[in-house]
């Protein structure tokens, strides 16, 4: 929403709370559309000029950063996340289900055994989750109170094949040292989890003992760590992980950008280079492009990121193609996907060498590593010719047109040791699986001893 449209809604109701003016027209109607976003309501009028100071002084800027954040997360609308053998979907209204591999206890409802539909996590009836996060045998729930409920394995940093953090957590438990930050989403990677308070405030947990995000942690570490360096006075509204390195989409009053942080292997952090980054640093390339970042996605070995103009950018390792530039090279810095110039994306997800891009009219192209039949091609007539091949530039998912329902959602597994599978949700909040289902994750039944399905198929879950 522009600040003019928020000027002309202003006008046409009485506006909640006292004059004051000392600001403008547009100023007052910025604060005036503030105050009907859920995570500004319950904000402290001491707490609302700290971040109206920290995002430039300005309640138009607090307005596009409110905006910013729930665009690009989904924020208190429904959501699917294909996670490591599990999966959680959440309601537009914040009820939360699980399905899935159960072994640590990941699906929250008391037990350690699959569930091949999905199923209510019923301890947390009347909480409100307006935000998910899915780790390898582990899962964090965030409510519109901004608590942190986690469940699965009880560690913040373990690796997918590690052995530490052996206890396990059936059902959804606060996160006590998170009880004085208001989280609004939380992002899992190999080694490490962090979380992003209201304020756009970041935290680690158990990066590890090396420093390698400017702290010194243990593995197994419960308390939250601030971010330090460059963002430590810049709002951020979106966080993504990948394997040991995080990206940060910020918001200043110049524009929006993107920092990196952590392990550069493969070129992943985007500045040119494949070193390692304690400190979050600025991929200066979007300033090159001339491109307003909007979205961020972080793949295990890959990034993405799509731009206001609907531009969509990929860099790190190539592998199979799933940086979509019609080979396997490495790219160091951000580079335009040229085979989606005439597309205007509106979103992008990543996982384990395999990205999709969803456009402004609900069409899904997807490229990178065809395995487990996670692309969503299925090949020729029959549906078996070359679905689990390799794609090296943007294909349309065709299997996903033929639904007839406008995609606004995708998500991919983004896991080096877990078959991918996908989720597509539509607009009118059905949901779509396809890919490995071997656990139970895509939601649905296999016969015949199948262990995917190529195609989408439509999940017993109403997301509306």
Known sequence: ????????????????????????????????????????????????????????????????????GEACCRRERSQAIAGPGHSIAVTSNGVAYSFGSNSSGQLGHGTTEEEWR?????SLQGIRIIQAAAGPGRTMLISDAGEVYAFGKDSFGEAEYGVQGTKTVTTPQLVESLKNIFVVQAAIGNFFTAVLSREGRVYTFSWGNDGKLGHQTEPNDVVPHPLLGALENIPVVQIAAGYCYLLALACQPSGMSVYSVGCGLGGKLGHGSRTDEKYPRLIEQFQLLNLQPMVVAAGAWHAAVVGRDGRVCTWGWGRYGCLGHGNEECESVPKVVDALSKVKAVHVATGDYTT???????????????????????GDGDGQGNRHTNVLSPELVTSLKEVKERVVQISLTNSVYWNAHTFALTESGKLFAFGAGDKGQLGMELVNNQTERGNPEQVDVDLR
């Not at 999905?118 to 019923?122: D, E, N, T, V």
């Not at 487990?372 to 091609?377: D, P, V």
Request: proline share 5%; charged share 25%; glycine share 6%.
């Open 118 to 122: 999905p199923r209510q996590i019923r």
């Open 1 to 68: 929403m522009s600040i003019l449209q928020a000027t002309c809604s202003f006008f046409r109701q009485p506006a909640s709370f006292a004059p004051d003016y000392e600001l403008s027209m547009s100023e007052l109607a910025a604060l005036d559309m503030c105050q009907k976003r859920a995570i500004f309501k319950p904000m402290t009028p001491e707490e609302r000029q700290d971040l109206k100071q920290r995002c430039g002084g300005s309640w138009k800027l607090v307005l596009r950063f409110l905006l910013a």
């Open 356 to 378: 999709f891009v969803v456009s402004d009219d609900g069409d899904v192209y997807s490229f990178g590593c065809g395995e487990s039949a996670s692309l969503g091609h299925n």
